[in-house]
């Protein structure tokens, strides 16, 4: 279970029972229909709380950028931050928004245009169970050995 507690300054602290690898995996499924339901929620101005996500060990990730703190109200609309996989659910949705925008090397795993994303099943299946780091990215060794020799054809660099 997760313990949450609101703090004074109207953020919420989520304390979980195990480090950030520790996190389940989630249906592959699931990361799409969060990355919908976030994107909805966010055009609908329904933002969130900023979060403070405690792990055991000691390790905290802060949420509080706008856009994060947007994601994960939806993610606790959406899936519930009662349960670790609610969580794990939000930070892997969290975890691919930031590689995607960073990582060059995942060109081609997916698309972005006028009508939303279009992610090919290697990454959300990869995204889904791939261990996240001390500061909730997914490890980025793993993620790309989960990915290897998965690029589709035409994305494939000369």
Same mark, same amino acid.
């Given at each position: ?8 300054? $109207? ?19 699931? =990361?799409?229909?969060? +990355? ?15 979060? =403070?996500?405690?792990?055991? %060990?000691?390790?905290?990730?802060? =949420? ?15 899936? %519930?931050?009662?349960?670790?996989? $609610? ?17 060059? +090397?995942?060109? %081609?795993?997916?698309?972005? %245009? ?9 990454? =959300?299946?990869?995204? *889904? ?15 790309? *050995? ?13």
């Amino acid at each position: 279970m997760v313990r949450t507690i609101a703090l004074p300054s $109207g953020a919420l602290r989520h304390e979980l029972p195990v480090a950030p690898a520790g996190l389940p995996a989630v249906p592959p499924a699931a =990361l799409e229909i969060a +990355w919908a339901c976030a994107r909805e929620a966010a055009e609908a101005g329904l933002w969130g709380p900023a979060r =403070l996500i405690a792990f055991a %060990g000691g390790e905290e990730i802060a =949420l509080t950028d706008p856009d994060a703190a947007a994601w994960a109200e939806a993610m606790a609309r959406h899936a %519930g931050f009662e349960t670790l996989a $609610g969580l794990a659910l939000c930070l892997r949705l969290l975890a691919l928004v930031e590689v995607m925008g960073r990582a060059a +090397w995942l060109r %081609g795993h997916f698309t972005l %245009g006028a009508e939303g994303v279009s992610f090919h099943p290697a990454l =959300l299946a990869a995204a *889904a169970r791939a261990p996240l780091d001390a500061t909730g990215r997914f490890e980025e060794s793993a993620l790309r *050995a989960m990915l290897q020799g998965m690029l589709p054809r035409a994305a494939t660099p000369a």
